[in-house]
Structure formats: structure tokens, C-alpha cells
């Protein structure tokens, strides 16, 4: 599904990224890691700050290293000035 919608993303369906971001919520935790690397992809001036909050609030609750990992990188490369030590 997270496909489908980064496909929907990709041909001009703005409004899907609200759903894309709710992957970040999902059970499974592969599905929370592939959330942020499709987030990555799509990341750009336009959505920047929707992506940065929600990759932001996963870093608070997330205990599975691999997703917390993830994020933690995400937000070093592209917000550097945003983590706190």
C-alpha cells in the first residue's frame, strides 16, 4: 500500500501524503522504516516541514532501534540543527 501511494505521490496526488505519514504508525516496524526511506524520497521544499514534524514525533515514541536508527539518520541528513544531543 505505502507503493501505491508513493506511485499516487509521484503523478501529482499531493493529498495522499497525509496517508504516508500514517505509515509511520503502522505495527510492523519494516513498515515504519520503509515509511522514512519513502518520505526521503519524496522530501522536498513543499512538504518539508509536514515530513520533519512526523519524523520528529516518531523520535519521541519509538523504542525499536531499527525504525529509531532510521529516523535519527533521516533527520542528521536533511535537519541536521534539529536533534538534540
Known amino acids: 500500500m505505502l507503493s501505491y501511494c508513493y ?15 500514517s505509515f509511520l504508525n503502522d505495527c510492523n516496524y519494516q513498515v515504519r522504516c520503509s515509511a522514512i526511506a519513502t518520505l526521503e524520497e519524496i522530501l522536498d521544499e513543499s512538504n518539508e516541514n509536514l515530513i520533519k514534524q512526523a ?24 535537519f541536521p540543527n534539529s536533534l538534540m544531543g
Open 7 to 21: 506511485a499516487l505521490y509521484i503523478f501529482g496526488d499531493r493529498e495522499i501524503l497525509t496517508e504516508m505519514l
Open 55 to 78: 519524523i520528529t514525533d516518531l523520535l519521541v515514541r519509538e523504542d525499536t532501534i531499527a525504525v529509531k536508527s532510521r529516523a535519527e539518520d533521516f533527520m542528521k541528513k536533511h
